[in-house]
């Protein structure tokens, strides 16, 4: 809908289904638009949080060490798959 009608697009709020810890203050300052620019969100607790990629720091030797949640695009791929296999070998 975002991306066909963005002017019918309102946002996208994910919250809790039990509201705890300032999470029904914080929804409301999202739907009176105090959180500036963003269209989507998920209110836990008493925050307010976005989506975001952020660049990989490289280790000592230069060389990345994937850990936690890797994100692989194309990896249905040839390449894709081999550097699917590559992050989850190394403890992704």
Not at 50 to 56: D, Y
Not at 68 to 75: H, I, Q
């Amino acid at each position: 809908m975002a991306l066909e009608e963005p002017d019918r697009w309102g946002g996208l709020v994910d919250v809790p289904v039990e509201p705890v810890g300032g999470s029904v203050a914080r929804l409301v300052e999202v739907l009176a638009g105090g959180v500036g620019v963003e269209d989507q969100v998920a209110v836990r607790g008493g925050a307010v949080l976005g989506r975001r990629l952020v660049r990989a720091r490289l280790s000592g030797g230069g060389v990345w060490s994937p850990s936690g949640t890797v994100l692989v695009t194309g990896g249905t791929g040839a390449l894709g798959a081999r550097v699917a296999r590559w992050v989850v070998e190394r403890g992704a």
